[in-house]
């Protein structure tokens, strides 16, 4: 069993800053991709950027390109999302989750384990 625990979420004006961070329990991560979504009231869950198991691949959703950074350290089975200049369409629940190959995917169903997500609130 995977678990995923994210933390870092919270509220922030919009302009503001908020690094999210995803650490698996178990050392399970450093073999396989990994991935954020987000998921906003009302809305179905969005793909916002990945990252293959080395960190050498990298994609990331037009809506949040050039302000949000991807990145991990597989020394501490660790994912991390950076994100910049926050709007307050950013607003969602963020979570993490394990592609079980070492490509990246923008699909959920491509993905096995999830974290249990963190808030993020950008207010105007």
């Known amino acids: 069993q995977v678990q995923l625990v994210e933390s870092g979420g919270g509220l922030v004006q919009a302009g503001g800053s908020l690094r999210l961070s995803c650490a698996a329990a178990?050392?399970?991560?450093?073999?396989?991709?990994m991935g954020w979504f987000r998921q906003a009231p009302g809305k179905e869950r969005e793909f916002v950027a990945a990252?293959?198991?080395?960190?050498?691949?990298?994609f990331y959703a037009d809506s949040v390109k050039g302000r949000f950074t991807i990145s991990r350290n597989n020394a501490k089975n660790t994912v991390y999302l950076q994100m910049n200049s926050l709007k307050p369409e950013d607003t969602a629940v963020y979570y993490c989750?394990?592609?079980?190959?070492?490509?990246?995917?923008?699909?959920?169903?491509?993905?096995?384990?999830w974290g249990q997500g963190t808030q993020v609130t950008v207010s105007s």
């Open positions: 178990v050392r399970t991560s450093s073999s396989y991709a």
């Open positions: 989750a394990r592609r079980p190959v070492m490509g990246i995917g923008v699909k959920d169903y491509e993905y096995d384990y």
């Open positions: 990252i293959n198991w080395s960190g050498s691949s990298i």
